[in-house]
């Protein structure tokens, strides 16, 4: 019993060794679960030792009916350990305003950092810390490989990093318990007799997170017992080869990039003599230094190359209102001015297609193309092909509203686009972010699952209108 209370306690111990920790204040989000009590537990009895001060913070996502009952056992257990400081939030609003742009996870994500920030900020913490373990690693890094990852996504979590949005206040988020897997803490609950709060939500299968950790892990673990600590060393070897990547891209980016003015301005000779691995890190660099809030994906960095190579004066709208343009002898991504065509932002209800062209919308990418008919045949959700006649219309993109309807493929008459999302039991909070397509005549599909009979391939047709859509995170 003894051992297993101590051994949890020193790895967490020589993780706080490497942490400056001294005289700060650390706010510890805590849900109740059996991560975030084991690492409240821990840091109580470590917190001396290292001479920081604990402050704890509660999250209500409106998800529970008992939040308020589960916030009294946290504040309670807190008190128990002897740390007076505790603070409750309720960040459903904030969903609900996320949810526009974001899937409900990364929604929740998002807010729930924001509280934990602007909390640290008004009570001076230099340090969140969170109780991700080792299996939210492998998570973690099986989610970013499943999403097609570039080598920063293998890296996964670290113990220590800077929050981005507040780098001016040098809050940075720790992580404690990210070699230490989830038996490990649920049977450090049980020796020291305490009954976690459990969210049933993170049974719900939908969630890739939630299958990847009840379908994936488990047969990984099945094939490698110390699959965590596999993961581990995959992410520590990855990291040391970024450093290295890395240098080279400094000494890259200081000989064929400037930034004037709140733009990147890219010398297009020297960057297409770049490795293409350099290339892409010159991107995501650039990005960065823009301020860039969302995620950078292959498909942006395909699109900024594209731009790269092609004749001068090409340029793209891209999300989160920048521009890449081919200015001859430079690259330059900026922000758009008021005299520039702005063909999507992340606040817009919906947006005109561009058609040939690529076009974006909130957190979506559509590209248009027009190509021969008969077509190689794709079984993929996120490609559709439409009759040419469309090619010359007006076509938007934006999310359902309610009193929606269309012609289903294989159907006479029209359907309310309720009754088909409840004929193909889709929950109310999956429908929210289904975007749907439409001319003057109406919708011609609901974006990955069905497009309507009078906009399908005619018989006799030569060319068609071909649309792909993606998620850019």
Not at 205 to 219: A, D, E, G, Q, V
Request: aromatic share 8%; net charge negative; proline share 3%.
């Amino acid at each position: 019993m003894f051992e297993h209370i101590q051994k949890i306690n020193d790895k967490v111990s020589s993780v706080l060794a490497d942490i400056q920790l001294l005289d700060s204040v650390v706010l510890l989000g805590v849900s109740g679960g059996p991560d975030s009590s084991v690492l409240l537990h821990v840091l109580a009895n470590l917190k001396n030792i290292y001479n920081f001060d604990i402050e704890v913070m509660y999250i209500d996502h409106g998800l529970r009916e008992n939040s308020e009952i589960d916030a009294k056992y946290v504040e309670k257990f807190a008190s128990v350990l002897g740390i007076d400081n505790f603070y409750t939030c309720n960040v459903s609003n904030e969903i609900t305003r996320l949810l526009k742009h974001y899937s409900p996870e990364d929604a929740a994500r998002r807010a729930r950092y924001d509280s934990l920030i602007s909390k640290a900020r008004e009570i001076g913490a230099k340090y969140i810390a969170t109780g991700h373990n080792q299996d939210d690693q492998i998570e973690t890094i099986l989610l970013h490989i499943i999403r097609g990852s570039a080598l920063q996504g293998l890296v996964g979590m670290s113990y220590e990093g800077e929050l981005k949005a507040f780098k001016e206040d040098k809050i940075k988020l720790i992580r404690p318990l990210l070699e230490i897997n989830r038996l490990d803490i649920e049977l450090y609950c049980k020796l020291i007799e305490i009954n976690p709060l459990i969210d049933y939500t993170n049974n719900d299968l939908i969630t890739p997170r939630n299958f990847i950790r009840h379908k994936i892990s488990p047969s990984l673990r099945e094939m490698n017992p110390k699959i965590g600590d596999a993961i581990n060393r995959l992410s520590r070897s990855v990291k040391h080869d970024l450093n290295f990547i890395n240098k080279a891209v400094f000494k890259a980016w200081d000989e064929s990039v400037l930034l004037d003015k709140g733009k990147v301005v890219i010398d297009r000779l020297k960057f297409l003599d770049l490795d293409v691995s350099i290339q892409r890190y010159i991107i995501m660099r650039s990005f960065e230094s823009l301020s860039y809030s969302g995620m950078l994906s292959e498909l942006l960095n395909d699109l900024i190359l594209d731009v790269a190579i092609g004749p001068s004066g090409r340029s793209i709208d891209l999300p989160d209102g920048l521009i890449a343009r081919n200015n001859h002898r430079s690259i330059i991504i900026d922000r758009k001015n008021e005299d520039q065509e702005i063909v999507s932002n992340s606040n817009d209800e919906c947006v005109d297609l561009k058609i040939p062209g690529v076009s974006f919308f909130n957190n979506f990418m559509i590209d248009c193309s027009i190509v021969n008919y008969p077509y190689e045949f794709s079984v993929d959700p996120n490609v559709e092909f439409f009759d040419i006649g469309l090619a010359n219309e007006k076509l938007l993109i934006r999310f359902n509203n309610k009193g929606d309807f269309f012609n289903p493929l294989g159907m006479k008459g029209h359907k309310k686009l309720k009754d088909y999302f409840i004929d193909n039991y889709l929950e109310k909070h999956e429908r929210k972010n289904i975007p749907v397509i439409e001319s003057s005549q109406g919708i011609i599909w609901v974006v990955k699952h069905r497009i309507s009979e009078w906009a399908k391939v005619g018989m006799n047709a030569s060319m068609v209108l071909r649309v792909e859509f993606s998620e850019l995170n």
